[in-house]
Nanobody, 121 residues
Framework: QVQLVESGGGLVQPGGSLRLSCAAS????????MGWYRQAPGKERDLVAT???????TYADSVKGRFTISRDYAKNTLYLKMNSLKPEDTAVYYC???????????????WGQGTLVTVSS
């Protein structure tokens, strides 16, 4: 069983910063990629940023230059540093893990429980 535990959400004023964390634990043979997605009220879940194990990153156009995805490989922890936050960044942020399970070596995916980010004055 693989679990993702997210933290770091909260209320922040426009222009402020937050850092989200996502710690993966369980029977993981190999991580293929990890990423952050977000879902605003009444909208679909959208990609924010992803990172492959090789270090390739992808960002949504709306967050380029403001958000930075990073990973601590030793701790299997993913981070999202969010700067210059805007009210339209308000959403529940979800962590996603694409991995190969141990010992079955099956490719699987798992979502975190989500953490709420509210940008408001």
């Amino acid at each position: 069983q693989v679990q993702l535990v997210e933290s770091g959400g909260g209320l922040v004023q426009p222009g402020g910063s937050l850092r989200l964390s996502c710690a993966a634990s369980g029977s993981i043979f190999r991580i293929n990629a990890m990423g952050w997605y977000r879902q605003a009220p009444g909208k679909e879940r959208d990609l924010v940023a992803t990172m492959t194990t090789g270090g390739t990153t992808t960002y949504a156009d709306s967050v380029k230059g403001r958000f930075t995805i990073s990973r601590d490989y030793a701790k299997n922890t993913l981070y999202l540093k969010m700067n210059s936050l805007k009210p339209e960044d308000t959403a529940v942020y979800y962590c996603n893990l694409d991995y190969v399970s141990a010992p079955s070596l099956v490719n699987l995916g798992v979502w975190g429980q989500g953490t709420l980010v509210t940008v408001s004055s």
